[in-house]
Structure formats: C-alpha cells, structure tokens
C-alpha cells in the first residue's frame, strides 16, 4: 500500500544551521512528491514539487528511487522557516494525495 | 479574498448533534476534497469530488457525508457528532496532480 513516513516528529535546529527534514515513501510506482509547509495559524501550501525541479524559500529536495527517499533539505535555516512540513505523494491514478504524518521544524535564535 | 473559504472557522457541538462545514472555493477548480487532520497522524481523506455528480469515499469516511452543491461548494456533513470527530478538517481543491492542491484555512471541531 501507499505509504509516506517522516519519522522525526520535531527538528530542532539553530539559526544558520542546515536543515534536513526527512520522507520515505512506499509505493509500487514511480511516485511524483510534493512538500507543503503550514505555518503556525496559517493554512497548508505548497512548498515544492519534484516534477519542476525547483527551489523555493532555499529550500531543495532531490528524489533518491534508490533510497525511496525526498528529503528536504536548506544549508541555513531561518527563524521564519519554523512550520509543520508534511511530504506527501498522489495515487490512484493522481486523483488523491497520500500525506506524511508531518515534522515540526523549530528554529531557534 | 481567500480563494479556498471554509466556515466556521470554529465551532463546538455536543455529542449526537448534527453538524456542517461548509467549502467554497473562487479558483474554477473541479476538484475538491475534505481532510481531516489529527496530531501525529497528519491529514486523512475523508471524501473527495470530481464534479457537481461525482462523489467518492477516502479512507475514513464512516460517521461523513458531503453534498457537492456546485463546482465551488462541496459541504460536509456529520449526521450525529462523536468526540472522537473532534479534529481540524481542511477542504482542499485542485485541477490535477501535478499542481498539488490549495487549502482552506481549516475549521476546528470539537465535540464535547
């Protein structure tokens, strides 16, 4: 069955510090993964999509097929980076998203 | 303006009442989606929406029912509250998956 795993509830990391927030997936396929951010009061968004190879806010993120991995990853870690990160792929044929349990990233000053 | 509107933002009712949270969305998508969202658990389908005439089940969607009233309102509905529905529920809506999805800014339900 589809399944994401972030097996890091809390992250707790300095200001400047890198940031690695980690999702194993578990699929049959070749999944496509997504990461969306919610901030504190604020509503889920997305961060980025592996399909479009991009950077957003600094933060990165490559898919390992090998390792079934897509972690998350920035070299300096802000104060205003601190939100739930959830990872999250679709199945069914893209007609519904599976989401990780989320990791909540603390930054501290 | 909010693209993706869900009301109440709140709300607190008593084991056995029947309640509705309601969605709208201003993004012309044909998508939508209800997620509940649990601590430690993440978000969890409950039922999604095509079009206006197309209704699906997601993984827990025993004790919920939805109404697709137009492309831009998709309502759901708990027949008879149970604490263990206290939770906060997202809508979401999308045009396909390689966009993901947008969010509403949840409701918070807690059932006493």
């Known amino acids: 069955a589809q399944r994401v795993t972030q097996p890091e509830k809390l992250l707790s990391v300095f200001k400047g510090a890198p940031v690695e927030l980690k999702c194993n997936y578990s699929?049959?396929?070749?999944?496509?993964l997504f990461w969306y951010v919610q901030y504190s009061r604020q509503r889920l968004q997305l961060l980025l999509r592996h399909i479009s190879r991009e950077s957003i806010k600094g933060f990165t993120a490559d898919l390992n097929k090998g390792e079934t991995s897509f972690h998350l990853k920035k070299p300096f870690a802000q104060e205003e980076d601190s939100a739930m990160y959830y990872c999250?792929?679709?199945?069914?044929?893209?007609?519904?998203?599976?989401f990780g349990p989320g990791t909540r990233l603390s930054v501290l000053p | 303006d909010a693209d993706v509107t869900q009301t109440p933002r709140n709300r607190i009712t008593k084991t056995g009442k029947r309640i509705m949270l309601e969605c709208s969305q201003t993004?012309?998508?044909?998508?939508m989606y209800w997620y509940r969202q649990d601590p430690g658990l993440g978000l969890r389908l409950i039922y999604y929406?095509?079009?206006?005439?197309?209704?699906n089940k997601g993984e827990i969607s025993d004790g919920y029912s939805v109404s697709r009233q137009a492309q831009a309102k998709f309502s759901l509905s708990l027949e008879s509250a149970i604490p263990n529905q206290t939770a906060l529920y997202f809508c979401a809506t999308g045009s396909g998956w390689n966009y993901g999805y947008t969010f509403g800014s949840g409701t918070r339900l807690t059932v006493v």
């Open positions: 929406s095509f079009d206006v005439k197309d209704i």
């Open positions: 993004k012309g998508h044909d998508r």
């Open positions: 699929y049959s396929g070749s999944p496509e």
């Open positions: 999250a792929f679709p199945y069914n044929y893209g007609q519904n998203f599976v």
